[in-house]
C-alpha cells in the first residue's frame, strides 16, 4: 500500500522560503559570470552610452574574442594551461593512487609513521622561501615542470583516497590474487575501475588548481611563452597598456575599450570549466562520500 505525504501549510511556505533564499544566492553567483560575458560582446558605443555597466546588450560583436585570438598571447597561454591541466592532473593522480594504495593497507610495514609524515605536512609547511630556493636548486627554474612537480600531491587528497580504498571490498581484490594477479595488476584491473568517482573527484580538484594557478607562474617562470592564462590576465589586469601585454599593435584595440578585452580573456578562461564539471559531477558528489572519512 502506497502512502503520500500531504505538506501542511506551514511545510509550503518553509519550501518557498528555501527555495527563494537558494534561488538568491544562486542569481548572486551566477550574475558575476553572465556580467563578464555580457561586457565581452557588447560594443564600445553601447557601454559608454551605459556608463560602463550593461546588463541586457542591443547589439552584439564578437570583436574581442577575434583580437585577444589574432595575437599569439593568449592562444599561446591557453596551450601552456591546456597542457598544466592534463599532464599535470594526470601526474597527480598517478602519484595520488601510487601513495594512497599501499597505505590502505594496514599490513604495511610502518604504514602509521609515513600517515603521521602526511599529516604533519598539512600542518606545517616550509613556506615561500624554502620552495622557491628547493625549486632553484633543482634546476626547475623557468620550466613549465616547475608548476607540477612542486605541487605533485596533495596531503589532503591521499588521505580521502585512502579511506576510500578502505571502503572497497577485500573479497574482490582477494579473488584477484586468487586468479593469479599481483598487487599492481590487482591495483590496475580491478582497483581502479572501481574508483572512478574518486579519480574523478580528486581529478577535477587538481584540474582546477592547475587550471587557476598563477602564482607558481610569477614567481618560477621568467619566459612570457610559458606564461599560463592566468599569468597573463593577472598581467592584463595589472598593466596601463592592454597591447604590451597582448603583443599588438595600439591601433588595433582603438575600438575597443580594455575592460572589454579583460572581460572577453575571463571568458576564455573560465568557459572550459564550465564545460567540464556538468559531465563530473555526478561522479563529484559519489566520490566526495565515499571518500568521507568515515566516524
Excluded at 537558494?22 to 558575476?32: E, H, I, Q, V
Excluded at 563578464?36 to 546588463?55: D, Q
Excluded at 604495511?108 to 599529516?119: K, S, W, Y
Excluded at 578562461?269 to 564550465?274: F, H, T, Y
Amino acid at each position: 500500500m502506497a502512502f503520500v505525504l500531504k505538506k501542511t501549510k506551514s511545510d509550503r511556505i518553509v519550501d518557498a522560503v528555501l527555495y527563494t533564499v537558494l534561488g538568491l544566492f544562486c542569481l548572486a553567483t551566477l550574475f558575476p559570470i553572465y556580467f563578464v560575458f555580457v561586457m565581452s560582446v557588447t560594443p564600445y558605443t553601447e557601454v559608454l552610452k551605459n556608463g560602463g555597466f550593461v546588463i541586457v546588450p542591443h547589439s552584439v560583436t564578437f570583436e574581442a574574442f577575434k583580437t585577444i585570438f589574432s595575437s599569439n598571447t593568449v592562444p599561446k597561454a591557453l596551450q601552456v594551461t591546456v597542457f598544466l591541466a592534463v599532464v599535470g592532473t594526470a601526474c597527480n593522480l598517478a602519484v595520488t593512487t601510487m601513495l594512497a594504495y599501499p597505505l590502505s593497507k594496514k599490513f604495511l610495514p610502518g604504514r602509521n609513521v609515513v600517515l603521521m609524515g602526511i599529516v604533519f605536512t598539512m600542518l606545517f609547511s616550509g613556506g615561500i622561501i624554502p620552495t622557491y630556493l628547493t625549486v632553484k636548486a633543482t634546476g626547475l627554474m623557468n620550466s613549465i615542470w616547475a608548476l607540477i612537480i612542486p605541487g605533485l600531491v596533495s596531503s589532503f587528497n591521499i588521505l580521502i583516497m585512502k579511506t576510500f580504498f578502505e571502503g572497497l571490498p577485500h573479497e574482490v581484490e582477494e579473488a584477484a590474487k586468487v586468479d593469479g594477479c599481483g598487487d599492481i595488476a590487482t591495483l590496475l584491473r580491478i582497483v581502479l575501475p572501481l574508483s572512478l568517482p574518486i579519480m574523478a573527484t580528486l581529478g577535477l580538484f587538481y584540474g582546477v588548481n592547475h587550471w587557476n594557478a598563477y602564482f607558481g607562474g610569477v614567481m618560477y617562470l621568467n619566459d612570457r611563452s610559458l606564461y599560463p592564462l592566468q599569468v597573463v590576465l593577472r598581467n592584463m589586469i595589472v598593466s596601463p597598456a592592454v597591447s604590451q601585454e597582448l603583443a599588438v599593435p595600439q591601433s588595433a584595440l582603438n575600438t575597443l575599450p580594455p575592460e572589454t578585452i579583460k572581460m572577453a580573456t575571463v571568458v576564455v578562461a573560465i568557459v572550459p570549466v564550465l564545460v567540464v564539471y556538468p559531465f563530473l559531477q555526478k561522479y563529484f558528489v559519489k566520490g566526495m562520500l565515499l571518500g568521507a572519512v568515515k566516524g
